[in-house]
């Protein structure tokens, strides 16, 4: 199966791209009246995601943590209201695997392992995914 994908490269280091990504609120927000509560910091720890007015709510548990290398996020639950599936992210993976190349170079790609072009929410869900990560992207350059 095809999981959706993003991946880009920025000059900061792997530490200061873990470090943003754990912290959810800094990229995950900012297009759809977006809340999260919760923690992201230690294996076990859950936030949870509300975005659209109740159209788009997750619950996340980190369940994978390789410092400066890998995060992985497994959706709990989810309810998904403009979907015939609401529960269509239960169980998939919300990965970000981090290489440094160089001392000028860090690879980021990100992988949603569940979320498939056969499913329904593929085309709106990899939209939205494209857009926080382009923001991701933006906020990484705005480092000092």
């Given at each position: ?76 639950e989810s309810n998904l209201s403009f ?8 169980n998939t993976k919300l990965i970000f ?39 991701l992207e933006g906020t990484l350059k705005?480092?000092?």
């Amino acid at each position: 199966m095809k999981h959706y994908t993003y991946s880009f490269s920025t000059p900061k280091s792997s530490n200061e791209v873990f470090n943003l990504l754990l912290d959810v609120t800094k990229w995950w927000i900012g297009f759809y009246e977006e809340t999260i509560t919760g923690t992201s910091q230690k294996i076990g720890d859950e936030f949870s995601f509300h975005a659209g007015g109740g159209m788009h709510i997750t619950k996340q548990k980190l369940v994978e943590l390789i410092p400066d290398k890998k995060i992985v996020w497994l959706v709990t639950e989810s309810n998904l209201s403009f979907l015939n599936e609401t529960d269509e992210w239960n169980n998939t993976k919300l990965i970000f695997d981090i290489q440094q190349n160089s001392d000028a170079e860090t690879k980021v790609q990100f992988t949603h392992e569940g979320l498939a072009p056969q499913i329904e929410c593929y085309d709106q869900c990899s939209s939205a995914w494209n857009q926080y990560l382009e923001k991701l992207e933006g906020t990484l350059k705005k480092i000092s």
